[in-house]
Structures are given as structure tokens and as C-alpha cells.
């Protein structure tokens, strides 16, 4: 049971340049996350899935896109890389969230990414 | 939307001192309150949440306290160690939403 994993783990990026930001989770969550933390700024929501094939728009979802077609995996997208996109790239999961019942989420371990 | 404060942004404590990490939150419709650890180079994680329908809460050296009337919840941890050093967020939920509104985080450092 791996629980939540990311890849890659590092990546460098020129301006302009795409990439796809992988999360899989062995745990059969239906809701999956992603963030995205910088120093001082604390964690802050980017997309978010309440299930396969579902997805909706977090705090600062501008230049990113997602896709969740697998119940257990949820991309990350930068069709145009750009420097204010150099972060820590957090996914997470959780079973189910509740209103007033809310369930963990579970974090991967992040992936650095530095955009030149 | 929801607005989470934090404070301090940064702790530091001898070993075996408390430490308390305050919070406040704007929607009083929020009604699910977790916090997570985070060491450095790691990932965040939860030790302990509460709901509305308590004020407190305790899981050995962690406890947390809710005020819904003033809006403010806080984590107390007791009898600190150096491995209690890291990043602390608070977090919120609203009802009727499946996501959370972190804090800007405290970092935590115990001294020996």
C-alpha cells in the first residue's frame, strides 16, 4: 500500500516549456487534490476532484490544468510554464469530505519544480 | 470564501515548554478544524482535528480548542522535544464544500 504518490519528484522547466504533474493514490479515495506551497504562503489550493472524471477550480487555478479519467490518478498540467510557477507541487486524497464529517487527506510527497 | 489567520509565523520554545499556535477564521458556517505537521522536506500531515460539536480535544502532548462564538481555534502542544520542530497549518472547512482553506503555517523550533 503505497498510499499517495507523485512524479517526478524534481524538474526543471525553461518559460514556455509544458509538463504533466502525475498524483496516484492506492487507497480508493474518491477526492483528489493538488496544491501548491511557497514559503510564507502556506498551502493553496490549485484544482480539485470529487471523482473520476470531475474536476473544479481551487484558489489559484490560473495557468494549470487537470484531467482525472482513473479514479486513482489526477494530472497536473502547465501547457506554458512560467517563473511565478516555480513551487512545491502537493497532491492529496481523501476518502470522502463530508460536511461536518470530514475525512483526512492524505498527502504525496510533492514535486520541487523550478521554472527558468 | 473562507480566510484562515495564523499566528505567530515563527515559535521558538526551550524543550519541555508549551507551545500554542492560534487561528481564526471568518465563516462561521466552518464546522471541521484539522491541523497538520510538516518537517522539513516532507509532507504535511495530520495529527489532530476538531468538529463544532466540541471545544476540546487532546491526543497525549497535542490538544486543540475550538471558540465558535469568537471564531479562533488554537493547538497546544505540552512538554515539548526537539522532533517537535516544523511547520504547523491550520485548516478549515465550510459546510457544503469538499475543501479546505489552510493558514500560512508557524514554524515550530525546539531547542534542546
Known amino acids: 500500500n503505497a498510499g499517495v504518490t507523485q512524479t517526478p519528484k524534481f524538474r526543471v522547466l525553461k518559460t514556455g516549456q509544458s509538463m504533466t504533474l502525475l498524483c496516484a493514490q492506492d487507497?480508493?479515495?474518491?477526492?483528489m487534490y493538488w496544491y501548491r506551497q511557497d514559503p510564507g504562503m502556506g498551502l493553496r489550493l490549485i484544482h480539485y476532484?470529487?471523482?473520476?472524471?470531475?474536476?473544479a477550480k481551487g484558489e489559484v487555478p490560473d495557468g494549470y490544468n487537470v484531467s482525472r479519467l482513473k479514479k486513482q490518478n489526477f494530472l497536473l498540467g502547465l501547457e506554458s510554464a512560467a517563473p511565478s510557477q516555480t513551487s512545491v507541487y502537493f497532491c492529496?486524497?481523501?476518502?470522502?469530505?463530508?460536511?461536518?464529517?470530514?475525512?483526512?487527506?492524505?498527502f504525496g510527497p510533492g514535486t520541487r519544480l523550478t521554472v527558468l | 470564501g473562507e480566510n484562515v489567520e495564523q499566528h505567530p509565523s515563527t515559535l521558538s520554545v526551550q524543550e519541555g515548554d508549551s507551545a500554542v499556535i492560534k487561528c481564526t477564521y471568518s465563516?462561521?458556517?466552518?464546522?471541521?478544524f484539522p491541523w497538520y505537521k510538516q518537517e522539513l522536506g516532507k509532507r504535511p500531515q495530520l495529527i489532530i482535528d476538531?468538529?463544532?460539536?466540541?471545544g476540546e480535544k487532546k491526543d497525549q502532548r497535542i490538544a486543540v480548542t475550538l471558540n465558535k462564538t469568537a471564531k479562533h481555534f488554537s493547538l497546544h502542544i505540552t512538554e515539548t522535544q526537539p522532533e517537535d520542530s516544523a511547520v504547523y497549518f491550520c485548516?478549515?472547512?465550510?459546510?457544503?464544500?469538499?475543501?479546505?482553506?489552510f493558514g500560512k503555517g508557524t514554524m515550530l523550533l525546539v531547542s534542546p
Open positions: 476538531i468538529r463544532s460539536n466540541v
Open positions: 492529496a486524497s481523501s476518502y470522502i469530505f463530508l460536511a461536518g464529517d470530514s475525512d483526512t487527506q492524505y
Open positions: 487507497m480508493n479515495h474518491e477526492y
Open positions: 485548516a478549515a472547512s465550510i459546510s457544503g464544500y469538499s475543501t479546505l482553506t
Open positions: 465563516d462561521s458556517a466552518s464546522n471541521y
Open positions: 476532484s470529487v471523482g473520476e472524471g470531475t474536476t
